[in-house]
């Protein structure tokens, strides 16, 4: 009885397995995206990446868009996270940088093109903080603590390797809100066109957030006045509006330059 009851079933099995060859589609074979390991980075920087919604968060967003609020014209600004590529929308003019070369769009010479190559991604570097400072490249320092209006900042130096970015003897150092661990100072060097680097920071104040999907980034940046290398008052303020965060991918097309448009390098 066992034995045909064994017969039985292998001839059932065969059959099923007739039937799937004959009538089942053969499956196509789908490469795995590879995973990439998570980059370790001092338990400093990393508390600040992880007060704004965290670093892997950031990086799994493809682009990011922001409006900037000027009174000459708000400035749609659109950034491809992986490549950097850039455009900058306003009713005057169209800045881009399509991965290779910057370029301008305008009927006349409203925007200087020498300053397209400085300005296509400084707005969107400053906005970008702290996410920013994770990319490769960087080296992070513990520096002593801003002391301001009754509160010490923690701080940790930003420097990069020879050859990242544009200007890589810039230097940053982030000042973190210490209860919050929220980037709340940014001071910076600006050497771009010098070649050497600088001891003259500037400094920017970062204690207004807005929540972009699960990122907290900035809705206003806040540049003070510098005495002894320390910030006073503030002197200027600048806020974004319509900030959006997306792991959509954007054709290389948008970031193009146009017919009408020309290099600006």
């Given at each position: 009885m066992k034995k045909i009851i064994f017969l039985f079933a292998i001839s059932i099995f065969a059959l099923s397995c007739k039937q799937s060859t004959e009538t089942a589609p053969i499956p196509e074979l789908v490469e795995e995206t590879p995973k990439v390991a998570t980059k370790e980075y001092p338990a400093t920087i990393a508390s600040v990446f992880k007060a704004h919604g965290g670093i892997d968060t950031w990086n799994a967003a493809?682009?990011?868009?922001?409006?900037?609020?000027?009174?000459?014209?708000?400035?749609?600004?659109?950034?491809?996270?992986?490549?950097?590529?850039?455009?900058?929308?306003?009713?005057?003019?169209?800045?881009?940088?399509?991965?290779?070369?910057?370029?301008?769009?305008?009927?006349?010479?409203?925007?200087?093109?020498?300053?397209?190559?400085?300005?296509?991604?400084?707005?969107?570097?400053?906005?970008?903080?702290?996410?920013?400072?994770?990319?490769?490249?960087?080296?992070?320092?513990?520096?002593?603590?801003?002391?301001?209006?009754?509160?010490?900042?923690?701080?940790?130096?930003?420097?990069?390797?020879?050859?990242?970015?544009?200007?890589?003897?810039?230097?940053?150092?982030?000042?973190?809100?210490?209860?919050?661990?929220?980037?709340?100072?940014?001071?910076?060097?600006?050497?771009?066109?010098?070649?050497?680097?600088?001891?003259?920071?500037?400094?920017?104040?970062?204690?207004?957030?807005?929540?972009?999907?699960d990122l907290q980034l900035p809705s206003a940046l806040q540049w003070y006045k510098v005495v002894d290398g320390a910030p006073t008052e503030m002197a200027a303020e600048r806020t974004f509006i319509n900030a959006t965060a997306s792991d959509k991918i954007l054709d290389d097309s948008f970031f193009a330059k146009p017919e009408s448009g020309e290099f600006a390098e």
């Open positions: 493809n682009n990011v868009s922001f409006t900037l609020e000027k009174e000459a014209g708000n400035e749609v600004h659109t950034v491809d996270l992986k490549s950097r590529k850039v455009t900058i929308k306003t009713e005057k003019f169209t800045l881009g940088f399509d991965g290779e070369k910057v370029w301008l769009d305008q009927d006349s010479t409203y925007y200087q093109p020498q300053r397209a190559r400085f300005y296509h991604n400084l707005m969107f570097y400053f906005y970008a903080m702290p996410f920013v400072l994770g990319d490769d490249g960087i080296t992070y320092t513990d520096v002593p603590a801003l002391d301001f209006e009754g509160v010490s900042y923690p701080g940790t130096k930003i420097s990069f390797g020879a050859g990242v970015g544009d200007a890589p003897d810039d230097e940053y150092i982030v000042y973190r809100d210490p209860k919050t661990n929220q980037m709340t100072w940014l001071a910076y060097t600006v050497t771009y066109g010098k070649n050497e680097k600088s001891d003259r920071f500037s400094f920017i104040k970062y204690d207004q957030w807005t929540k972009v999907g």
